[in-house]
């Protein structure tokens, strides 16, 4: 079983920036596909990047698209998450999740096997 571990979260001030680590007990089928999704109090948890680990391809979520990025390092087994410009509003914790290739670019949260524990940002005006 493949076992994701968050970190690098923290508390910034807004037009701040982060890196978020997930590290990956390994790259296997289970997690061919990575991703980033995050939750807020009282709201649904929302995806927001995903890479396919042997290509490097990768696919955002419109509402981080340009200010978020998502990358990876294989020899490293540990997928990142770039953030800048953070707003208030990205205030959530943040899940590293991994999936079977199986399903393409789907973003359904059913699809995603495998989970980290969550790393928590908060954005403070």
């Known amino acids: 079983q493949v076992q994701l571990v968050e970190s690098g979260g923290a508390s910034v001030q807004a037009g701040g920036s982060l890196r978020l680590s997930c590290v990956a007990s390994?790259?296997?089928?289970?997690?061919?596909?990575m991703g980033w999704f995050r939750q807020a109090p009282g709201k649904e948890r929302e995806g927001l990047a995903i890479?396919?680990?042997?290509?490097?391809?990768?696919n955002y979520a419109d509402s981080v698209k340009g200010r978020f990025t998502i990358s990876r390092d294989n020899a490293k087994n540990t997928v990142y998450l770039q953030m800048t410009s953070l707003k208030p509003e990205d205030t959530a914790m943040y899940y590293c999740?991994?999936?079977?290739?199986?399903?393409?670019?789907?973003?359904?949260?059913?699809?995603?096997?495998?989970w980290g524990q969550g790393t928590q940002v908060t954005v403070s005006s």
């Open positions: 890479i396919y680990t042997d290509s490097g391809a990768t």
């Open positions: 999740a991994g999936r079977s290739p199986v399903y393409g670019w789907s973003w359904a949260e059913a699809n995603f096997g495998v």
């Open positions: 390994a790259f296997t089928d289970s997690n061919r596909y």
